[in-house]
Structures are given as C-alpha cells and as structure tokens.
C-alpha cells in the first residue's frame, strides 16, 4: 500500500521567514496530494491541495509543489506568523476504488515572533 | 464549524468493554472516514463508507467494526478495549468518496482505564 513520508517533524522558524514541509510517497498510481493544518486540539482542516495534472499550485502565502518523477511534494509558507503555529499533514490517494487517503507523520511547526 | 457532527466529544471506559462512536456527515456528502490519531502520531486510516457500502479499508483491528447507514450517519465500534486503544478518533466526510477535500469533525477522546 501506500506509504508517505515526512520531513521534518518539528520545524521551528522565526516570524517572517520562510518554512518547508517535505512529503515522498511510494505508489505511483496517487494522484492527489492535499496538505491539513492541525492546531492544538483542534481538528485537521484542508489548507490546499494539489493534483497530478499540475506541478504547483499557489494560496496567498502558501505554496505546493509535486514533482511525480520523484514522488514528492512540498509545502511552502512565506512570511510566516504566529498563528501558522500549528502541526502540519501531507497526504497522498489514489482516488482510485475509494479515497484511501494516507498521512504523513506529520511536522509541527512553531513560529517565533 | 466543518458541519461534521461527532459524538461523544470524551468517552471514558474500561479495558475489555465496548463503545460506540457516532458520526453524521455534511449535509450532501456521502462519504464517511474514520481515523485514528494517538498521542502525538499522525492520522491512521481505518476505513471508508460511501452510500452505505465499505468502499475501502485501512489498517483497523478485527475488534474494531463500523457501519453506514441509509441516513448516512456511520458509527464505529470498538470491542475488547484495550489500554492502546486510547486515541483520538475523527470522523471525516466527503462528496465523491474519491480524490477529494476531507471535512473533519472534532472528534471523539477515548480513555481506556
């Protein structure tokens, strides 16, 4: 089956700068790539996603890029803020028979301000 | 607010009992996930309803077992309980049951003393 990695898992940056989130996958066949924040105790919420047919996709300071050769994508901040403190998920599926979507193990990210 | 309603929000219980989660999707959607979040670890994909059928399974235990109804609310059982069994488990929904947005509720704590 699928398997996603993640890296790295905490990611401490300062406000203003710039975060990178790292995600490969195994299975060729994925072909959709969301990204979900998670804060505190709260629930995961799609922040953008991308899908095979596009190599990056832009969201206000958020960015995502996928390179299929490689079977990797990232996640981009700019300008940072302290509210983008938070844990951050890549995922990756099929869509094929199902929505199987599989997780990262996750990065949390704090930001200093 | 995501639309999708999860309950209990805690469940406190006993190794070796049996609990009930409930969850009811967006309205319109017709896909139901649940996932498994442990202390600090990521999302584990248990398993996948669309319009009452299974539609896709994930690493979920044999005492584990869940179920979509024709009003679409699915519910999660979990049997035999043990101390590892204490997560965090969401319920997400979604339109198409493939390649698609996940909307996740809060979820539900379960201790087991």
């Known amino acids: 089956g699928e398997n996603v990695e993640q890296h790295p898992s905490t990611l401490s940056v300062q406000e203003g700068d710039s975060a990178v989130i790292k995600c490969t996958y195994s299975d060729s066949a994925s072909n959709y790539f969301p990204w979900y924040k998670q804060e505190l105790g709260k629930r995961p919420q799609l922040i953008i996603d991308i899908r095979s047919n596009v190599g990056e996709k832009k969201d206000q300071r958020i960015a995502v890029t996928l390179n299929k050769t490689a079977k990797h994508f990232s996640l981009h901040i700019t300008e940072t803020q302290p509210e983008d403190s938070a844990v951050y998920f890549c995922?990756?599926?099929?869509?094929?028979?199902?929505?199987?979507?599989?997780f990262g193990g996750g990065t949390r990210v704090l930001v200093k301000p | 607010d995501s639309g999708v309603t999860q309950t209990p929000k805690h469940l406190i219980t006993a190794t070796g009992q049996r609990v009930t989660l409930r969850c009811s999707p967006r309205s319109g959607d017709l896909s139901v996930y649940w996932y498994q979040q442990s202390l600090d670890q990521g999302l584990q994909f248990l398993i996948q309803y669309y319009n009452g059928e299974e539609r896709a399974k994930g690493n979920i235990l044999e005492r584990f077992s869940a179920q979509q109804f024709p009003d679409l609310h699915s519910e999660l059982n979990l049997s035999s309980l043990e101390l590892g069994d204490s997560a965090l488990y969401f319920c997400?929904?979604?339109?198409?049951?493939?390649?698609?947005?996940?909307?996740f509720g809060s979820g539900t704590q379960l201790s087991v003393l």
């Open positions: 995922a990756a599926s099929t869509g094929a028979a199902g929505n199987k979507l599989t």
């Open positions: 997400a929904s979604g339109r198409t049951g493939a390649r698609e947005k996940l909307f």
